[in-house]
């Protein structure tokens, strides 16, 4: 019901009456005053005004379940939000929630992270309200294999919510960082239960650096916020909101094609060294060749002076001319 | 100290003083004593003679940890036992020890299963202290495309492990039933928590009809028990320290590899319908063909009219002529 009262209150242009409020929800004035109040306490801005109703001046820059429901026009992308305000990582959560039975498209969100997780068991800075820190659960009916291409289906959506919300160009790092100004701005990780032949459950964790002032001085060479490139803050519902319905549309084409042909165009168009020298750097050798960019396969081509070579391990590290990316 | 104690016991030929026994593993008669009264609990009959000292009769079929580790010859398999009673199922209890931290090799083992799993979300029947339910954690570093040749090696550790230990014929039905007499014997699931491109752990159960008088009716056209076959009982910890020792040996050649080249002779050897008509039945279509074995990684082989067709996937599944083979 606080989604409902949301939703209307942040769409209708005018004051709405409370009677009006009442009767399109189908609740009590008492029930919609009581409502209102706690939104009110949760940050949200609503003006009362003796014979015109409620108006919502602002919203706060909150990710709670009602925030990102009552935005929302997926089918089935987050139609279940778990908000936390602190887990130690929204994928371990993730994890817990899909060993459980939560159903597929399930989201995760959290405010803060006590251990965020980075690939390979590295650490992902999480201070409170400043960044999107989500996990979507996924039951896919696919084997294994393919699931390596479903990452790259995260990093595109999220590049694209990136950019229509901020405006700023987000660049793809294969296979999955969000790279603006060449500086990272977006981790993915990708987890998943499996047998054999058939998934259980994968867990697609997505951490965006949104308003944080400034960064770590370790990181903040090659990582970056998005408040830092743009110089103003981004509402981080809104982001999420973007994220989920490219996220829904792209992941039905993957689906549908059991691969990535019909994404890997507005794939390559982001991917950052295309076409340039790359330096690619695999456990038992390293060489230098020309990124063309994935096949639908999701792996990254490298043409070699004998051939072009398709790459698919995470052993492998590729780096263009710049520090980080 | 109960583990060396029964070791000792168990090899010794002859009655062992009470002296003796303190001296070799350096503690007090006193505390020898305790813990011979309390393998006597359990079941072992130890004789203890005036002036002739300790001596073994028998011992339970039961697959603790000193039971097991005191018979172990393994480098890591199976060096760290984690017995239970009761547990929902040992892939599931596995999966826990393995997100807390449990180490390469541990082998989770319980006397019977409330929720024991099959392949596919379908159940095994598990009774209290007739069957082996054990499942192994392991943490390999291999892209998680590599683990499906896993679980033909635990089939393959499997079927020699009952082979030795019984002298039945133990036949394995493509990828991981062990058969005997045309019956399924031995059930193997095997699931993995990943990254998209490395493994966090494989956790590989199996479950051996052993002292089974009989089966449900619902099964036992298709499905027997060691006792059924041989007529006698058999010693479930005997038959879980060959398993660790053949899966140790088998396991190293295939960390080598990185294939089953080294493998791939004695599974054909036990491969049942090798060379036999075979009806394929795939999501989309059926035929029959030759199966021909596998190759080096682990697929079926199939000879059809137009070429040979490597078969991988578990959505596919393999008749012979009989019921259930």
Sequence with gaps: MKTRILKILRNYPDYISGQELCES????????????????????????????????????DIVTESEIVSRLSTKWAGKKILYFNEVDSTNNQAKREAENGAAHGTLVVADSQSAGKGRRGRSWSSPVGTGVFMSLILKPELHPEYASMLTLVVALATARALEEITGLSAMIK?????????KKVVG????????????????????????????????????????????????????????L???????????????????????NERLINKGNMVKILGTNEEYVGKALGINKRGGL????????????????????????V
């Design 174 to 182: 294969w296979p999955n960082d969000i790279v603006v100004n060449k």
């Design 245 to 267: 319905r490219y996220f829904e549309e792209y992941y039905e084409k993957f689906e549908r094609d059991k691969d990535l042909s019909n994404l890997m165009v507005p794939y």
């Design 188 to 243: 993915i990780l990708t987890e998943m239960s499996t047998e054999m032949e058939s998934i259980h459950y994968v867990v697609a964790g997505v951490g965006i650096n949104v308003n944080m002032d400034k960064l770590p001085e370790e990181i903040n060479k090659t990582a970056t916020s998005l408040r830092i490139e743009l110089g103003k803050p981004t509402n981080r519902a809104v982001l999420i909101e973007a994220f």
């Design 301 to 324: 081509l490298v043409e070699r002076e004998n051939g072009i070579e398709m790459i698919t391990s995470g052993e492998v590290s590729v780096r263009g001319v710049y520090g980080y």
């Design 25 to 60: 929800i189908g609740v009590s004035r008492t029930a919609v005053w009581k409502i209102i109040n706690k939104l009110k306490e949760e940050g949200y801005q609503i003006e009362a005004v003796q014979n015109r109703g409620y108006h919502m001046v602002s919203c706060p």
